[in-house]
């Protein structure tokens, strides 16, 4: 989009600057260690995690021309506000030792967002809905016009904004997620160790444990998953399959000590898991280095992020299968 003469935002956050201050110096500034290139500078809060334009929409795709197209970001913004006092009183009740259950429930909601409204989701959401459409029109050539080439699926002007809007702020959807977060086992690890908490432009990072089923039966949905959220340099919220970690049990929503090897865990998570970017207080980037040069591919901004196979009965219709890498 070219043109903007009513908007007044720019850079638009994919993770909230009130967020990102739990991880900066008092003068909001923090390292930035870039995965595409292995390099490490000093960087802002205010220029991190942002996008020129990032949410806004297409006039093309307004009903009414008079709508604003900044409408997404500024719904997300008056989100932050409530956002940023949830934050605070998370981390007061994790330091005294215990997050109570309104404060926590609170806080799945804003999980459930903040893992719909980054870069990465959107490009996993667009991935998937291509690969899907594509694979409906060749499919469909190939039964109905066998002899012809397959057209090519198109986007047209708006339509990933469109689209990732309606994800973000259909309340069923979001609900839904922040529920699946909630029903983990929540446990709060405080790291007071000389390495901070590192945090990305994905901070909602997850990944399945593998799981060795001696009986032969198909492993539940769910079994092995470990999400993990800091909260900032010196507590991160961690959710964990209840079956697998059991043995945390005894400390649902209570605050426990994280040690070096646990630290490593969950920084190492966000390098794995982000697009580009890990943020952190100090530029303490030696672990982020060393996964890069041993997994470059986790090092692309553009890996494929899904896999998407769909088969179609004589009448046109089709089952898809969706799958997204660990």
């Not at 110096?25 to 996008?51: E, I, R, W």
């Not at 459409?133 to 339509?159: A, H, I, R, S």
Request: aromatic content about 12%; proline content about 6%.
């Amino acid at each position: 989009m070219a043109d903007h003469p009513k908007q007044t935002t720019v850079k638009q956050h994919t993770v909230p600057r009130c967020y990102l201050r739990g991880f900066a110096d008092a003068d909001q500034n923090f390292y930035s260690f870039n995965k595409l290139y292995k390099k490490a500078k000093p960087a802002s809060v205010g220029q991190s995690a942002q996008s020129s334009y990032f949410y806004d929409f297409d006039p093309s795709t307004l009903q009414n021309p008079n709508d604003d197209p900044q409408w997404a970001e500024k719904t997300l913004s008056a989100l932050e506000t409530r956002f940023k006092v949830v934050l605070d009183s998370f981390i007061d009740e994790a330091r005294v030792g215990e997050v109570s259950v309104d404060t926590a429930r609170c806080m799945a909601q804003f999980v459930a967002i903040q893992w719909l409204r980054t870069r990465g989701a959107r490009d996993a959401l667009m991935e998937i809905d291509t690969k899907q459409n594509q694979e409906f029109v060749d499919q469909w050539y190939t039964q109905n016009y066998p002899d012809m080439k397959p057209g090519k699926f198109t986007l047209g002007p708006g339509y990933e904004q469109a689209l990732h809007a309606e994800l973000m702020f259909d309340y069923d959807h979001v609900i839904g997620i922040a529920k699946r977060f909630w029903n983990l086992l929540w446990v709060v690890g405080r790291n007071r160790t000389e390495h901070p908490f590192y945090t990305s432009d994905e901070p909602v990072a997850g990944r399945r444990n593998p799981v060795i089923d001696e009986t032969s039966q198909p492993v539940p949905l769910g079994v092995g998953l470990e999400y993990a959220f800091p909260l900032n340099s010196e507590f991160a919220l961690v959710m964990l399959d209840r079956r697998m970690f059991s043995g945390l049990l005894p400390y649902e929503r209570k605050t426990m000590e994280f040690g070096p090897e646990g630290v490593e865990r969950y920084n190492a998570l966000q390098v794995m898991k982000s697009t580009q970017y890990v943020f952190c207080l100090k530029g303490d980037f030696d672990l982020a280095e060393r996964l890069c040069n041993a997994h470059p591919v986790f090092c692309d901004p553009y890996r494929d992020r899904a896999q998407v196979d769909l088969t179609l009965d004589q009448d046109g219709i089709g089952s898809v299968s969706v799958e997204l890498p660990d």
